[in-house]
């Protein structure tokens, strides 16, 4: 596309030519990766979303736990209802949910 003006300019066709070539590999090679950098956000942000929702379905067990507790205190004679830790209720979420990719999630 550019050779006829490289042949018109004679040598400074040829420096330009040179100079849009690299200029174009490097404009490629960020290009890649920029693509690279958007996948590894992409991957991250897919597992700060799982975190977030695990964090928000935990903290509405919590509160409906602690509901229940405070109406069986007022029936006196109930047992209250086993509580979970946030890391049991993690790994109950990650596995009724099937998420296989925990190891990723947690870093």
């Known amino acids: 596309m550019y050779e006829p003006i490289e042949k018109i300019l004679g040598g ?4 330009w030519r040179t100079q849009a070539d690299k200029r174009q590999v490097r404009i490629t090679g960020e290009i890649g990766a920029l693509r690279e ?3 590894s956000l992409s991957a991250k942000v897919n597992n700060l979303r799982v975190k977030d929702e695990i964090a928000w379905a935990y903290v509405i067990y919590d509160e ?4 229940r507790l ?3 205190a007022v029936q006196h004679n109930s047992v209250p209802v086993p509580h979970i830790s946030f890391p049991e ?3 109950r979420w990650l596995r009724e949910h099937a998420v296989t990719h925990q190891d990723e999630v947690w870093k």
Do not use: T
């Open 64 to 67: 409906e736990w602690h509901r």
């Open 70 to 72: 405070d109406f069986e």
């Open 37 to 39: 950098e958007v996948d």
């Open 89 to 91: 209720f993690r790994v």
């Open 12 to 15: 400074l066709g040829k420096h």
